[in-house]
């Protein structure tokens, strides 16, 4: 993967041998909540690390029917800014895959995730509220 160019969004992409027919999106926890979460997963996919945060590979709309807790941050596409928000001069860091699953499959399970995250963060799981029938 080339290295981005200052200020530039960039996809996460995918190594060649897995698929992702349907699309992907991704989830950011910054580094040191990110350890905590992985040590919580009984599988995880893909797991990307850029300037400081870990992201991981969820199928697209992993964000319809949960709550994330704020330290998440959701990236519809996949796609992410080579500098977190706030900082003056980016550092041009090339995403770094950090974890690769096992077979062809590079999601991490986004409910499953989704529980860690919130365990991590020391809230309860929660969903949003659907009108009844």
């Known amino acids: 993967m080339a290295p981005p160019r200052p200020g530039r969004r960039q996809r996460l992409e995918l190594p060649p ?10 989830i950011a926890l910054p580094e040191r909540h990110g350890r905590q979460v992985m040590e919580l997963l009984p599988r995880a996919g893909c797991v990307y ?4 945060r870990w992201w ?37 860091e090339a995403p770094r895959l950090i974890h690769r699953p096992e077979g062809t499959v590079p999601y991490t399970h986004p ?3 989704h529980i860690a ?9 929660t969903w949003p509220d659907r009108p009844g029938p």
């Open 49 to 52: 690390s850029v300037e400081g």
């Open 56 to 92: 991981w590979i969820v199928p697209p709309r992993s964000d319809c029917g949960l709550n994330w807790p704020a330290i998440a941050l959701y990236s519809v596409g996949a796609v992410v800014s080579d500098a977190p928000p706030g900082r003056p001069d980016p550092v041009a």
């Open 17 to 26: 041998t897995l698929f992702a027919e349907a699309g992907y999106d991704a």
């Open 117 to 125: 995250v919130c365990a991590v963060a020391g809230v309860s799981p």
């Open 111 to 113: 409910l499953v995730l």
